[in-house]
T-cell receptor, first 112, second 112 residues
Framework: EAQVTQNPRYLITVTGKKLTVTCSQN?????MSWYRQDPGLGLRQIYY???????DKGDVPEGYKVSRKEKRNFPLILESPSPNQTSLYFC???????????FGQGTRLTVV | KQEVTQIPAALSVPEGENLVLNCSFT??????LQWFRQDPGKGLTSLLL?????REQTSGRLNASLDKSSGRSTLYIAASQPGDSATYLC???????????FGKGTKLTVNP
């Protein structure tokens, strides 16, 4: 089944404790991206990747890192999480920029 | 700045009613427009994708239209059912933007 898989689905952590949210797609898509969703603000892009080893900042990249060492995986790294990073995170992929996008099930992160 | 607006923010209808959800966008250099459904605590499910060269797309009881000249898209849901209750999001890919720009969504409640 074609899908985008994120892990974990739920995570509660403490301020400053490094964490990684994984994202994997099995559709051989070149384009992948991360969004966060917050009440009243909607979905905003954090980072995106056009292909392996090619990443760039989105609208709200501060406090996040990404890497794209393999085509299928695009992890989101929070090296020192803060409470303002409490949010619902989504990973997305598409064959290339500008075509149909597929989203993962989301990761609800709480930083206390 | 690209903006996508969805009005109304919430809509409540009785079961069986036909309804229209509205989406407006500011940038006419649109690659495509995608409609999603989001259930509480769940991911985004792609419903329909309309490419910039198309006027409409249909899937079952759903029909989406795109009018680039007026900057509008509509999602028509026929014979609504309680299971259609969800938040509906529209998002546009704009040429050169490397991201989907989302509206804040319309929360639909279909009452039995």
């Amino acid at each position: 089944e074609a899908q985008v898989t994120q892990n974990p689905r739920y995570l509660i952590t403490v301020t400053g404790k490094k964490l990684t949210v994984t994202c994997s797609q099995n559709m051989n898509h070149e384009y992948m991206s991360w969004y966060r969703q917050d009440p009243g603000l909607g979905l905003r892009q954090i980072y995106y990747s056009m292909n392996v080893e090619v990443t760039d900042k989105g609208d709200v990249p501060e406090g996040y890192k990404v890497s794209r060492k393999e085509k299928r995986n695009f992890p989101l790294i929070l090296e020192s999480p803060s409470p303002n990073q409490t949010s619902l995170y989504f990973c997305a992929s598409s064959l290339q920029e500008g075509v149909e996008a597929f989203f993962g099930q989301g990761t609800r992160l709480t930083v206390v | 700045k690209q903006e996508v607006t969805q009005i109304p923010a919430a809509l409540s209808v009785p079961e069986g009613e036909n309804l229209v959800l509205n989406c407006s966008f500011t940038d006419s250099a649109i690659y495509n427009l995608q409609w999603f459904r989001q259930d509480p605590g769940k991911g985004l499910t792609s419903l329909l994708l309309i490419q910039s060269s198309q006027r409409e797309q249909t899937s079952g009881r759903l029909n989406a239209s795109l009018d680039k000249s007026s900057g509008r898209s509509t999602l028509y849901i026929a014979a609504s059912q309680p299971g259609d209750s969800a938040t509906y999001l529209c998002a546009e890919w704009v040429g050169g933007s490397e991201k989907l720009v989302f509206g804040k969504g319309t929360k639909l409640t279909v009452n039995p």
